[in-house]
C-alpha cells in the first residue's frame, strides 16, 4: 500500500510516513536503510522510551538497542544484510531501565527511499503477569512439595498438571519416567505397581466419569505398602478444570493398627485367640451355619488339677504346660477350626462342618494328646484334661447358650471321670419343662383328691415301743406314676403350692391324730413345716385352728423345721416359734446336722427334739466321722435337755449303736416305712393288747 503511493518529494514522503507512523497505536519508528538513522517516531515510541521526539530523530537505530542480538544484527543491515527480523528482546529506556519488547523491523521501499519500519509490542505488562504466575507456580510447587502426603493434578481428561516428589516417591517412579513426562507411561507404572490392576483401573475410569467426586479408597502396591486414596475436583473459576488425587502411606498406621488389634484378640501367653476373638469367631460361624445349615461344635477342654502343677512346680512350669497344651490341642485341629485360651486352663475348641461324630474324634484325639507326658526340668509328668461338647443346632443356637453347655458338659466330664469327655446332656430344659408340668399335675393332685398322707412309726430305742409317728405326704400320679417328696416339694416350694399342700397335710394328719384318740390311742404325729408355710403371717393362728376344729390337744401335734427355716429371719422365727410352744404345739428340729445352727441360739429355741439326719446314720457305725458327729449331737442334746430322733435306721447294727450312744428313738425302714393309716394301726394294734396285757 505504501509502495503504491504516487512520486512525491523527499519532505512530501517524510511527512506523509510520520503521519502514518504516528496513527499505528504501538510504538514505531522508521529508519532511513541507508544512514540506518531515526527519520521519524511516533508518541507511542517516545512514551516508551522516555525520549522526546527532537532527541530521537537523526539519532542512529544501534543506539537503542540494548542486546547483544541487535547490535549484531543493525551491524549485518549496515553490511547489506537481510533487514528482517521479529523477536522478543529488549530496549533501553531513557532512564536506563531495559524494557521486554517483541520487536518488528520490516523493510519498506518507496522509490529511491528505503526505509525500515521498526515497530514494538510492549511485553511489560505480560512479562509482569508471566512473573506472577511464576511466583504462584513456585509457591505452589513448594507447598506442593512441603506435604508430606503424594499429590497428583491432572486434567479432566487425566493428562498429568503437576505432581511432587513425595508422589514419585510413594508410587517408586524412575527419574527416567519423570524426566520423559510421558503420562501414559506415568499412568501404566502406576497401574502396574498396584496388586488390583484390573480393579484400580476400573475404579479410576469410574473416577474420571465423575467429575465432581469426592472419593476415599485403599491401593495396595506389590511393594507392600498400602496408599490411602483422596481425590477431589479441582476448580478453576468455579467449574472443575481437573482433579486432585493426594496419597498416603498408610502402611505404618495399618501395622500398628493390626498390631494392636492383634493384641486385643490373643491370648498373650499362648498366643492363640482369647476369648473375644472367640466371641466375634463364634458369631461368624452362627452366622454361615444358619446360612447354609451346617452343623459345628464346640469344645471346652480343661486341664485337670492344673492348680497342683503350679503350686507343686511353680507358675513358670504352669506357663509352660499351658503353651504346650495349646500346641499339642492345635495339631489335633485342621486349619480352618479355632482354639482359643479363655481362662486360667481353659481352652474352647471351634471345629467348623462337625456333627457328634467329627466332635468326637477330635475330642479323641485332644485325650490321646494329652495322655503324652511332659517333661519340664527331667521331671516328668502327666496333665489329662476333661472336655465337654456342645453341638450346633442340636444343644443351642445361641453362641452363649453353647458355651454354657459346653462348659456343663466338661464338669460332668470331670465329676465323671476325669480325663475323659462328656457331651451335653440337655437336662436344663427338660428340667424346666417337667417342672412346669409337676407344678400343674401338682395341683390337679390335690384338687382331686389325689395325695395321701402316709406314717412313720417313730420307736423307742429303749422299749422299741412306737411313741409316734411321721406324716409322710405321697402322691400317685396315673402317669408319673408314684412321685417321691424330694422331687415335687421342692416345685411346690418354687411356685409357693406349698402353702396350700402343706396346710391339706397338716389338716390330714391332726384329723387322724384326732380320729386315733377318739379310738383311744395317744399317737402324737409330726407334721413337715416348710420354709414358706412357716413365714405365711397366719401360720400360728392356722395351726390353732386346725388343732381347734378337729378337737387334738397342742401337745399331740409336733412341727418339724429345718435349721434353715429357724436361721433365716431368726427374729421373726423365734417369735413364731416360741408363740406354737406357747399354745402347746411340740417342736423338733428335722435334719439336724446339715445345717450351722449355733448352740446359743438352740439354746433360746422351746424345741423339744432333734431329730438326726439320716446322712450320719447311714455310715454308722463303722465310719469314724459319722459315728463322730452322732456322738457330738448327742453330747449337745444331753446338754440342752433335748430328746433326740436318728432318722433313716436300716440296720441293727445302727440301732445298736444309737442305743450305746443314748438315742431316744428311731424311725427307719428297718422298722417300718412311712405306711397308710390303716396299715400303721395294723402294727399298733398288737403293741396296744401287749401294753393292755
Ligand atoms: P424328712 O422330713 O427328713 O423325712 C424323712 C424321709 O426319710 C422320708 O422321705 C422317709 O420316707 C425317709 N425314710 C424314712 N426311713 C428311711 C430309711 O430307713 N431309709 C431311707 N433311705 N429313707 C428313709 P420322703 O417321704 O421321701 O420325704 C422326703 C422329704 O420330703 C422329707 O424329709 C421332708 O423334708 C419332705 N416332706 C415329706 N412330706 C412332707 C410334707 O407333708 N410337707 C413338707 N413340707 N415336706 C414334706
Ligand atoms: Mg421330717
Ligand atoms: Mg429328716
Known amino acids: 500500500m505504501i509502495s503504491a503511493l504516487p512520486e512525491e518529494t523527499d519532505a512530501e514522503h517524510r511527512a506523509l510516513f510520520a503521519a502514518l507512523v504516528e496513527s499505528l497505536p504501538e510504538p514505531a519508528w522508521l529508519v532511513d536503510s541507508a544512514s540506518l538513522r531515526i527519520a521519524t517516531v511516533n508518541r507511542a515510541a517516545e512514551r516508551l522510551l522516555g525520549l522526546e521526539r527532537a532527541s530521537l530523530l537523526g539519532r542512529g537505530a544501534r543506539s537503542l538497542a540494548a542486546t547483544p542480538e541487535d547490535l549484531a544484527f543493525w551491524d549485518q543491515v549496515a553490511d547489506g544484510g537481510d533487514p528482517r527480523i521479529h523477536s522478543d528482546t529488549l530496549v533501553l ?81 524412575p527419574a527416567e519416567l519423570l524426566q520423559r513426562r510421558d503420562d501414559a507411561a506415568i499412568h501404566a507404572w502406576m497401574t502396574r505397581s498396584v496388586e488390583d490392576p484390573q480393579g484400580y483401573a476400573k475404579r479410576l475410569a469410574a473416577i474420571q466419569e465423575a467429575t465432581l467426586l469426592h472419593s476415599r479408597d485403599r491401593l495396595r502396591l506389590h511393594s507392600g505398602h498400602v496408599l490411602e486414596r483422596v481425590t477431589l475436583p479441582q476448580w478453576s473459576n468455579g467449574r472443575p478444570t481437573g482433579r486432585v488425587y493426594s496419597f498416603r502411606d498408610q502402611s505404618e498406621k495399618l501395622a500398628a493398627d493390626q498390631r494392636i488389634e492383634a493384641l486385643a484378640h490373643t491370648d498373650a501367653l ?32 480343661d486341664l485337670d488339677r492344673f492348680r497342683q502343677i503350679n503350686d507343686s512346680f511353680g507358675s513358670g512350669i504352669g506357663d509352660r504346660v499351658l503353651i504346650e497344651t495349646s500346641e499339642r490341642v492345635l495339631r489335633c485341629l485342621r486349619e480352618v477350626d479355632m482354639l482359643a485360651r479363655i481362662g486360667g486352663d481353659s481352652f474352647v475348641v471351634l471345629i467348623h462342618h462337625a456333627d457328634a461324630r467329627g466332635a468326637e474324634t477330635t475330642a479323641r484325639r485332644v485325650l490321646e494328646v494329652m495322655a503324652q507326658p511332659f517333661t519340664f526340668e527331667d521331671t516328668p509328668f502327666t496333665v489329662t484334661c476333661s472336655i465337654g461338647i456342645a453341638l450346633y443346632p442340636g444343644d443351642a443356637m445361641s453362641a452363649d447358650a453353647l458355651l454354657r453347655h459346653a462348659e456343663a458338659a466338661m464338669r460332668g466330664a470331670k465329676e465323671g471321670s476325669r480325663g475323659g469327655f462328656r457331651f451335653h446332656q440337655p437336662r436344663v430344659e427338660v428340667d424346666l419343662r417337667s417342672r412346669m408340668r409337676l407344678d400343674h399335675a401338682m395341683r390337679q393332685a390335690l384338687a382331686q383328691k389325689h395325695f395321701r398322707v402316709h406314717y412313720q412309726p417313730q420307736i423307742d430305742l429303749q422299749s422299741g415301743q412306737i411313741i409316734g409317728t411321721e406324716a409322710l405326704l405321697r402322691w400317685r400320679d396315673a402317669e408319673l406314676g408314684e412321685v417321691p417328696p424330694a422331687e415335687f416339694i421342692p416345685v411346690a416350694e418354687e411356685s409357693g403350692f406349698i402353702v396350700a399342700i402343706g396346710e391339706w397335710v397338716l389338716d390330714r394328719a391332726v384329723r387322724q391324730a384326732a380320729d386315733w384318740l377318739a379310738q383311744g390311742w395317744r399317737m402324737p404325729v409330726s407334721v413337715n413345716v416348710s420354709a414358706l408355710q412357716f413365714r405365711q403371717p397366719a401360720f400360728v393362728d392356722g395351726v390353732a385352728a386346725v388343732l381347734a376344729a378337729h378337737g387334738l390337744p397342742a401337745e399331740l401335734l409336733e412341727l418339724e423345721l429345718t435349721e434353715s427355716i429357724l436361721l433365716r429371719d431368726a427374729d421373726g422365727a423365734l417369735q413364731r416359734v416360741q408363740a406354737l410352744a406357747e399354745r402347746g404345739v ?108
Open 270 to 301: 499362648t498366643g492363640v485367640p482369647n476369648r473375644h476373638q472367640l466371641t466375634h469367631r463364634l458369631a461368624y460361624a452362627l452366622a454361615l451355619a444358619r446360612r447354609d445349615g451346617t452343623p459345628f461344635a464346640l469344645l471346652h477342654v
Open 93 to 173: 529506556r531513557a532512564d536506563g531501565l531495559p524494557v521486554p519488547v517483541t520487536r518488528h523491523v520490516t523493510p519498506l521501499a518507496d522509490g529511491t527511499l528505503r526505509w525500515l519500519l521498526v515497530t514494538l509490542h510492549d511485553r511489560s505488562e505480560q512479562r509482569r503477569t508471566e512473573a506472577e504466575r511464576d511466583t504462584v507456580i513456585a509457591e505452589l510447587r513448594a507447598t506442593l512439595e512441603s506435604t508430606a502426603d503424594g499429590i497428583l493434578v491432572t486434567d479432566l481428561v487425566g493428562r498429568i498438571q503437576a505432581f511432587n516428589r513425595r508422589f514419585a516417591q510413594l508410587w517408586g517412579l
Open 586 to 693: 411340740r417342736l423338733a428340729i428335722d435334719d439336724f446336722g446339715t445345717g450351722y445352727s449355733s448352740l446359743g441360739y438352740l439354746k433360746r429355741l422351746p424345741i423339744s427334739r432333734l431329730k438326726i439326719d439320716r446322712s450320719f446314720v447311714a455310715g454308722l457305725p463303722a465310719d469314724a466321722s459319722d459315728a463322730g458327729i452322732v456322738r457330738a449331737v448327742m453330747q449337745l442334746a444331753q446338754a440342752l435337755r433335748l430328746r433326740v430322733v436318728a432318722e433313716g435306721v436300716e440296720t441293727p447294727a445302727q440301732r445298736q449303736f444309737l442305743r450305746d450312744v443314748g438315742c431316744d428313738e428311731y424311725q427307719g425302714f428297718l422298722y417300718a416305712a412311712a405306711l397308710d393309716s390303716s396299715a400303721f394301726e395294723q402294727r399298733l394294734v398288737p403293741q396296744l393288747a401287749e401294753r393292755l396285757q
